[in-house]
């Protein structure tokens, strides 16, 4: 079966996204924002219009026109994506901040496995002369394809920073952007900046300016503490929302990112806890007898569903959090868990073993109201924790089969299912914000646990940072003014 699977990630070939972002400004074309025109919006809504305003071109002898091209959207979910690629000189300007920010876009576009960011050694123009007059063909001999530069103004403590992203083959402007905001967030401006090229380049929401909340793990046996831990995308920034002296599991981020729920365990007794990571103040959201997984928020934030435990049978529940009102939505006749809602709130996905009489947990879809189920996974092995995402085409779920556990994707509608990680034990899958990475625990059988990432062709997989073991993670939506104030964990 994983020989099959395998089959359908490698079937098709390699596709150059180089030669698809030149055919792709040759024939589609769409209008955008001119950089002479009213302040800049945000790419597809995913960069804070408060931090943008509008780029000056500079004057060139070479074209320095914005292109009103934007490439097409590829749908590149299986094969082997050939990275696209990037030069970025060192910004101008600061030198501390300039250095500093370079190096965090290369490292974003890097890791996320679609561009190969050149070496700055290779550059034969210098990064002062390319904002006077960007040579093109300096940068096409060396096989460039994308070209990134930008200037670093520091005042006060206010960090300004002037980018454009350039087509080098079409020597075109394709977009310009100035960002500002407190030094201390310099960090964010960078991951604003590899969001901005990202979405621009691939034609899909960039996600390296969101964050991860997690299960940070120390010691072994009755010393082992669970804490509650929220960092960057890439490891950094990493803030303890909890100080371990209860035990915190199944962490999920609400729809406005200022909110985290988990379960959270006080003598014994647990109860469904929500914390603002703005003030870092958790109160309870509710006490459910037989819960063992945190909900689920519902896009839109009103409320959330959960699986409770009666006796031998577990059903869905979905808990209005205004109204404080619960209701079922399965019958407690059978195990019901797992439930998560599809991005319109339309749908509810959950793991089930009904027709399969108890031998087998198998994905069934349903309406939001409990009505029209329907399996929509089979073959051999468990499958558990479905994750819809947030672009509504997959879900993602971990499948137990052959001694071992696969990271897996699948239809809504259960076809085209295929793997896209392996390991001794593989559980809780989270999406990206835009719907091209998963977030995972991967755990070796000497129980070090650890989050990973992998795209959806499965060929880019890259460890995640984190200070100690982790697990349980979740992943934001992409952020705009979220800031965790420096105060002390509280206890849970």
Same mark, same amino acid.
């Given at each position: 079966?994983?020989?099959?699977?395998?089959?359908?990630?490698?079937?098709?070939?390699?596709?150059?996204?180089?030669?698809?972002?030149?055919?792709?400004?040759?024939?589609?074309?769409?209008?955008?924002?001119?950089?002479?025109?009213?302040?800049?919006?945000?790419?597809?809504?995913?960069?804070?219009?408060?931090?943008?305003?509008?780029?000056?071109?500079?004057?060139?002898?070479?074209?320095?026109?914005?292109?009103?091209?934007?490439?097409?959207?590829?749908?590149?979910?299986?094969?082997?994506?050939?990275?696209?690629?990037?030069?970025?000189?060192?910004?101008?300007?600061?030198?501390?901040?300039?250095?500093?920010?370079?190096?965090?876009?290369?490292?974003?576009?890097?890791?996320?496995?679609?561009?190969?960011?050149?070496?700055?050694?290779?550059?034969?123009?210098?990064?002062?002369?390319?904002?006077?007059?960007?040579?093109?063909?300096?940068?096409?001999?060396?096989?460039?394809?994308?070209?990134?530069?930008?200037?670093?103004?520091?005042?006060?403590?206010?960090?300004?920073?002037?980018?454009?992203?350039?087509?080098?083959?079409?020597?075109?402007?394709?977009?310009?952007?100035?960002?500002?905001?407190?030094?201390?967030?310099?960090?964010?401006?960078?991951?604003?900046?590899?969001?901005?090229?990202?979405?621009?380049?691939?034609?899909?929401?960039?996600?390296?300016?969101?964050?991860?909340?997690?299960?940070?793990?120390?010691?072994?046996?009755?010393?082992?503490?669970?804490?509650?831990?929220?960092?960057?995308?890439?490891?950094?920034?990493?803030?303890?929302?909890?100080?371990?002296?209860?035990?915190?599991?199944?962490?999920?981020?609400?729809?406005?990112?200022?909110?985290?729920?988990?379960?959270?365990?006080?003598?014994?007794?647990?109860?469904?806890?929500?914390?603002?990571?703005?003030?870092?103040?958790?109160?309870?959201?509710?006490?459910?007898?037989?819960?063992?997984?945190?909900?689920?928020?519902?896009?839109?934030?009103?409320?959330?569903?959960?699986?409770?435990?009666?006796?031998?049978?577990?059903?869905?529940?979905?808990?209005?959090?205004?109204?404080?009102?619960?209701?079922?939505?399965?019958?407690?006749?059978?195990?019901?868990?797992?439930?998560?809602?599809?991005?319109?709130?339309?749908?509810?996905?959950?793991?089930?073993?009904?027709?399969?009489?108890?031998?087998?947990?198998?994905?069934?879809?349903?309406?939001?109201?409990?009505?029209? #189920? @329907?399996?929509?996974?089979?073959? +051999?092995? =468990?499958? %558990?924790? *479905?994750? /819809? $995402? &947030?672009?509504?085409?997959? !879900?993602?779920?971990?499948?137990?089969?052959?001694?071992?556990?696969?990271?897996?994707?699948?239809?809504?509608?259960?076809?085209?299912?295929?793997?896209?990680?392996?390991?001794?034990?593989?559980?809780?899958?989270?999406?990206?914000?835009?719907?091209?990475?998963?977030?995972?625990?991967?755990?070796?059988?000497?129980?070090?646990?650890?989050?990973?990432?992998?795209?959806?062709?499965?060929? #880019? @997989?890259?460890?995640?940072?984190? +200070?100690? =073991?982790? %697990?349980? *993670?979740? /992943? $934001? &939506?992409?952020?705009?003014? !979220?800031?965790?104030?420096?105060?002390?964990?509280?206890?849970?």
């Amino acid at each position: 079966m994983i020989k099959k699977q395998r089959s359908l990630i490698h079937a098709h070939g390699i596709v150059s996204m180089g030669l698809i972002l030149s055919l792709s400004l040759l024939i589609q074309c769409c209008v955008i924002t001119s950089l002479n025109a009213e302040a800049a919006k945000p790419l597809g809504g995913s960069l804070p219009a408060g931090l943008i305003q509008a780029a000056k071109p500079t004057p060139s002898s070479s074209s320095n026109t914005e292109s009103s091209d934007i490439p097409a959207v590829i749908e590149i979910t299986r094969g082997q994506i050939k990275r696209t690629p990037v030069a970025i000189p060192v910004f101008l300007g600061d030198n501390e901040f300039a250095s500093k920010i370079t190096d965090v876009v290369a490292n974003d576009l890097t890791m996320c496995g679609r561009f190969d960011v050149l070496d700055k050694q290779a550059f034969i123009q210098n990064n002062t002369s390319v904002h006077e007059n960007v040579r093109f063909e300096d940068w096409r001999v060396i096989n460039d394809q994308i070209l990134l530069i930008g200037k670093v103004e520091h005042s006060g403590s206010k960090l300004t920073v002037q980018f454009k992203i350039y087509d080098v083959i079409s020597g075109m402007l394709l977009k310009g952007f100035s960002l500002s905001a407190d030094e201390k967030k310099w960090r964010k401006l960078a991951h604003m900046i590899s969001d901005a090229l990202y979405e621009r380049v691939t034609g899909d929401a960039g996600f390296f300016d969101s964050q991860v909340v997690f299960i940070d793990e120390q010691g072994v046996g009755r010393n082992k503490k669970k804490r509650l831990c929220m960092m960057d995308i890439d490891g950094h920034n990493v803030v303890y929302l909890t100080n371990g002296s209860n035990l915190v599991l199944t962490p999920r981020f609400s729809p406005s990112t200022h909110h985290i729920a988990y379960l959270g365990f006080r003598k014994d007794s647990a109860a469904v806890y929500l914390m603002d990571v703005r003030e870092r103040e958790a109160k309870i959201l509710g006490t459910f007898e037989g819960m063992t997984f945190a909900p689920r928020f519902s896009p839109d934030g009103s409320k959330v569903v959960m699986s409770l435990t009666k006796g031998a049978s577990t059903a869905l529940y979905t808990y209005n959090i205004q109204s404080k009102e619960t209701r079922q939505l399965t019958p407690h006749t059978l195990i019901d868990t797992s439930p998560c809602y599809s991005p319109d709130g339309e749908y509810i996905v959950f793991t089930s073993d009904r027709n399969n009489n108890g031998s087998a947990e198998k994905l069934f879809t349903m309406k939001s109201d409990g009505s029209d #189920v @329907k399996q929509i996974s089979n073959g +051999p092995g =468990n499958h %558990s924790q *479905p994750v /819809w $995402s &947030p672009r509504g085409d997959l !879900i993602a779920f971990s499948k137990r089969a052959g001694g071992g556990y696969n990271l897996c994707v699948i239809n809504t509608d259960g076809t085209g299912e295929r793997v896209i990680d392996e390991g001794y034990l593989i559980e809780g899958a989270a999406w990206s914000p835009n719907g091209r990475y998963i977030i995972y625990t991967k755990e070796s059988p000497n129980r070090k646990s650890q989050l990973c990432c992998a795209d959806l062709t499965g060929h #880019v @997989k890259m460890p995640i940072k984190t +200070p100690h =073991n982790a %697990s349980d *993670p979740a /992943w $934001s &939506p992409l952020l705009s003014n !979220i800031s965790v104030k420096d105060k002390a964990a509280p206890a849970a």
